[in-house]
DNA sequence: CTGTTAGCGCCTTCAC
DNA sequence: GTGAAGGCGCTAACAG
């Protein structure tokens, strides 16, 4: 950092005050400057290698062009595809993109988020916060507050525990209409690989697919309810043991699409024949999963668009209407083909 | 930003100089402050809801805790696990990461770089640029020497073209093991997805193929080289060209394995059975393809550990050694289960 | 060990 | 339209 051309140097060359070289090369609101002098800053600026100092620029104009992301581990295709709607969204106002992840540890998002305040973030984007303990709780809230204090804006991506602005995902409703369609394709037996507890995603997701099997009069064994990891590994694990204690189902719910992944395997290291000897369905709609085989049925969110919906809504701050919640689409593919005895 | 407290409140609340203050908040080196003024100027910072301006102390200490990691576009399996790697590197150094997507726009890198250097960025990871051209890659330049020039440290994952501290991959040495274990298992007519041309990791991996073939004196028919995109899409493409003119091939090398997807796509559609009707081999070892059916063959680069190692090597400067090539694991999984006629 | 003093680089009143 | 001056919040000298 020694050595740095700055803006006086920029000025000096020019043969103009600094303010004027603010103003040629930054503008300023409302105020002009001569277009030959200009041409001249502009010149100099060039010439010396000029570059504008982010920091003393957030110093004097009490403002920054950062947004925070914070996510539970960006190599989860269910964030990478959120955060790239957020990055599009932000690259086109001109913001810069900070991600952390938190390995689902709370410890860790505390302290990312306290970074994000030190940064003076404009707004920040809480993706999927899954702590839910008084303790956690009470220490975010106070660092959002923080935030919400210094001028930053904060939104949350599906639930908020937090009371901020959110972008909600009907995973309910979607989860309701996942299960009425299993039902149409004439499965009866279900079994469900829940997340963890206690996590608002995975029990609304699960409270739906109850009710919308319901609807369709078909109950939910409790026995077949297997809390796990919110990962491909706990959908493995899950999975494996529903199979090791004889598999009671003829069609698999994972609450997520990385977890139906790791049941997937399970299920053929087992033997089993997805969609033929047992039906898997996921919730999400990764990308990916379109391509695999058999192609898992999903429901489909728009993660992108979430993504910058997100941004948009945090940059927005309290202005502008409550956004609707996201429903997903029902797809329906291979690994539900249906019960044969069925139309 | 606005009635913010400042480390000048929490000094006066204190009752101790900001000097000191500073010092017992965020440290000095080679100085302490008494216990009992550490305490209470802890104690009012607590009081106040104080944070310290990330920006400020930018300013005052000419360095910052920033690093940025440039790819293409986060929601592939391959930048985002390399990020996982970097941003995990990064946590345990107290640094922030800021990622940028370049969409494979020239442009856009460059705008993402100046942004970094604006920021002043302590270091920047180029993680597959694939620009070749002389007007970017000078451009490009420019921009990288000032960040060197400003005290920052730039490292590139891959091929470097820009002069810069790389975390080499072994390209050619992957490809080539591949193909000669390709040709152990008794194929003999290969086709290739190479992805654009004049892209040195694609090419790297062709001409590493194409040797490894040599090496058991198999020969690449040019006609079944491909050029086409990096991209998922970029191997379903290809692949259907290969199928519409009549596949003569008993085995198909997609450089990555995302393009490897899409060409499992167009085969499954044109109702080949991967493994059995025609092998299929892909490149980089992307987490999620174990769990494809089949399984692909590939060669696995240790992405996040890649990621870790260009943090390192970018904070670390130019001192240290410089680090060796990367190699990857060829690991041969159902994709390629071998010509029947060969044990 | 503590306090005082100068900036870091930029922007923004306020005069001109 | 331009310039001069003050200050954003913090830390690194320098005294004490």
Redesign the interface.
Known sequence: ????VTLADVARAAGVSPATASRALNGSPGRTVRADLAVRVAAAAVEL?Y?????????AR???T?VGLIVH?????YA??I??GV??AA?ERGL??????T?SDAA?ELTHL??L????ARAVILAGSRFTDAESTAAMS?VTA?IA???GRIAAIGADRLGVRTVEIDNFGGAAHLASTLCSLGYRHFAVLAGPEHLVTCDDRLAGFREGLAGAGVDLDPENVLTTQFT?DGGYVAMRELLDRGLAADCVFAVNDVMA??A??AL?EHGYRVGSDVALAGFDGI??L?????PLTTVRLPL?EIGRAALELAVAGETGPRPAPVRGDVVVRASTPGVASVP
Chains 1, 2 share one sequence.
């Open positions: 950092m020694t050595g740095q290698g570059s504008v100092n982010a920091h003393a620029q957030a110093m009490g403002t920054t950062t581990d960006i190599a989860d295709p990478a595809a955060a790239s990055m599009a690259a810069i993109v900070t991600i952390a992840s390995a860790l306290r970074a305040l030190q940064q003076r106070s923080a204090a210094a001028g491909r992944v790791g997937m395997a053929r990308p990916t379109r391509d695999i085989e058999p992108p």
